[in-house]
Structures are given as structure tokens and as C-alpha cells.
């Protein structure tokens, strides 16, 4: 298959390797990266001339103007994905700006640089099919397949209330730590503090506008946002308050709780 790539940041670059080491054509776009010779294509025109496949891998706040320039080049042999942590704003551009003349979905590969360098599997990615393209999201459906990914349907709506309740707040947290300088020496952290290490790196190699997007673009996450803030503050006054420390016991909700606990 041969894909169109408007985009050449970290993900962007991550996702070009990862087509074509699945063996599939590609020519990319954008005028703001160095994009290696053998894949660069002089403009979006051009990069998506013989393409059966578009990919929006520009940050989610460029990606109205970015459609409005490519409509008059589509047509209905193209495919159009995007691939932004955000869904429901980008679905909607799709319907609006691409309508029923030019098949398109939103997808969301939950991977990234760092998973794929470090060989994580297995790889997933959510499709938010449009109902006006289904035949474009069972395409879609089986290219991730191919790619080595398990894939998941959702609708936008649902999709952006589990990753403002997830992947904004993981990130939200993790950026006041990092700020705090926090996790910068792990010598004597303990094996609980790994996870939230790994986390930390992540916010670390992130692009800065991914932070910004997963938090602003995201129409749920300014109140888990919210509700995070509260709830830590009613914990900080439980433990100034003192007295019985059963409230603040977190509740083992592991599938066997008999499972002696073990070490922090």
C-alpha cells in the first residue's frame, strides 16, 4: 500500500519506520522537519499524488487548516486518518471538512517512540470509524492488524473520557513532578516508584505540544483535572488531621486478595 505522511515529528518518524518495515510505500511532508531524502516529497500534493492512504500527523491545533488545504486534493480513492491522542474534535473536522465524498476515521495508536524502541508489545491502536465510511474502518481495522497491533473500536465521546481519565491525568501528574525535579536520581527508589519512573520518562520525551493537546483538546480532561485536585486535597487533610488511619487505607483491588502483599 503507499501512504501520504503530513507530518515528520517523533511520532510521525516512529510510524514512517514502522510502514515501512511492514513493506509499504511512503512519501513524506513537512516543511518544518528534515524528512530523509528517499522519503521526502516536495509538497503535500505531491506526497499524496499516489497515495491510497493520508496521514494527518500534525499537531491536533494545525489540523483544521491542514484539512482545508489538502480538501480540494482528495479524492474518493484516498483513505484520511489522523493519529492525535484527541478524538472528538478531529472526528468532527473529518465529517464536517471531508463530509461523504472522502472516506476517513480517526485513529489513535497507543504507542509511541519509546514503546516501539523498547520492543513493547503488544502494540494497540483505537479506530473511531465515521458512519459515513464504514467500509474505511474495516481498511483501517485491517492495516493496524497488519502492523502487529490489537484494535479497538470506540466511539470519540468515549474514547476522550478514558484518556482524560488515563493518558491526560498520568501526564498531568507527571509533569509536576518533573517540574519538581523529581525522579531525576532513582538510587535508592523503591520498586513501587518504577512505574511512576517510567512514567516520568515518558512526559520527559514527549513533545511539548502533546502535553498542551492531551490537556486542552481534550473536552473532559479539565474536570478530571478537577476531580484529581480534590481528592488529593481531601487525602493531604486527612493525614494533617491525624486520628484513625483506616480511611486512608487504599483498597486492595487485585483479582486475589488472599495474595500476600508484598514489599513497596
Known sequence: M????LGYGRFGQAFANLLRRAGHRLQVFDPAAEVPAPLAAASAAAAIAEASWVVLAMPVPRLESALRELRPLLHRGHIVIDVGSVKQHPCELMDELLGTAIPHLGTHPLFGPLSLARGERPLRTVICPSGQHPEAAMRARRLFEELGCEVITQDPAT????MAETHALAFFIA??????GIGEDLTVAPPSFLGLASMLSAVRGDAGHLFAAIQRENPY???ARARLLTQLEAIHRQLLAGGDGGALSIPDLSEDSDEPSRPA
Do not use: C, E, G
Request: charged fraction near 30%; charge should be negative; aromatic fraction near 6%.
Open 159 to 162: 474514547h476522550d473520557r478514558a
Open 175 to 180: 509533569k509536576a513532578m518533573v517540574d519538581l
Open 221 to 223: 480532561a479539565a474536570d
Open 2 to 5: 503507499s501512504f501520504a505522511l
